[in-house]
C-alpha cells in the first residue's frame, strides 16, 4: 500500500510525497515478520514519517529511521544482579 493512501488530507509537494514514499517502503520491509505481518501498523509508520517530514526532513534513510526507532517498543532497564567487581 503506498503511502499517499495515508494521507488523509495532508498535503506535501511532489518530491516531499516521492521521498517519504521511500522511507515508508523501506521502514515497511525492515518491519516484515516472517508470518507476512508488520507491527507496528502502517499507518503508524506512515505518520512517523509525516511528522519528520513536516520539521523538514527529506532525506529518506532518515525518515525511515526516526521512524523506525519510533515505532520500537522502549526496553526496560534491567540492572545486572552481579555487578563487574570494584
Keep these: 500500500m503506498p503511502i499517499r493512501s495515508h494521507l488523509n488530507g495532508q498535503r506535501f509537494d511532489p518530491e516531499t510525497i516521492r521521498v517519504m514514499g521511500l522511507a515508508y517502503e523501506m521502514a515497511v520491509a525492515a518491519l516484515q515478520r516472517t508470518d507476512g ?26 525518515l525511515c529511521d526516526g521512524a523506525l526507532k519510533a515505532t520500537q517498543p522502549m526496553a526496560p532497564l534491567i540492572r545486572d544482579p552481579h555487578p563487574p567487581p570494584a
Design 37 to 62: 505481518t508488520v507491527n507496528p501498523t502502517r499507518e503508524t509508520v506512515a505518520q512517523k514519517i509525516f511528522d519528520l517530514a513536516k520539521a523538514g526532513e527529506r532525506d529518506p534513510e532518515r
